[in-house]
């Protein structure tokens, strides 16, 4: 299983950015494919997530109605469109796949690729 976070980068408060996950290594059908984030001094939380098969969606409260999660099935890659950044929106992103089950939990996510730093300036 490989995933490859991209998209990165530095904003000011209030810009958008998009950020890509593209995945390889397994078939997708009966996966999750979540973003997470890890804030300095804080521990990594589930930002939302998407079900490649039927496209079923998660947000956290804290991005509902700025984040937007889709997915690219033919070019197997998630995105996660992040607007009205808000600086505490500031961490490292990462995508992680879990097999079947919806989960938020660090624990319980099957892979991890490696992560993206987003930087929100106020």
């Known amino acids: 299983v490989q995933l490859q976070a991209s998209g990165g980068g530095f904003v000011q408060a209030g810009e958008s950015l998009r950020l890509s996950c593209e995945y390889s290594?397994?078939?997708?059908?009966?996966?999750?494919i979540g973003w997470f984030r890890q804030a300095p001094g804080k521990v990594r939380e589930g930002v939302s997530s998407?079900?490649?098969?039927?496209?079923?969606?998660y947000y956290t409260d804290s991005v509902k109605g700025r984040f937007t999660i889709s997915k690219d099935n033919a070019k197997n890659t998630v995105y996660l469109q992040m607007n009205s950044l808000k600086a505490e929106d500031t961490a490292v992103y990462y995508c992680?796949?879990?097999?079947?089950?919806?989960?938020?939990?660090?624990?319980?996510?099957?892979?991890w690729g490696k992560g993206t730093l987003v930087t929100v300036s106020s």
């Open positions: 290594g397994f078939a997708p059908d009966n996966y999750y």
């Open positions: 992680a796949v879990r097999y079947e089950l919806l989960s938020t939990r660090v624990s319980d996510m099957d892979s």
């Open positions: 998407i079900r490649i098969s039927n496209g079923d969606i």
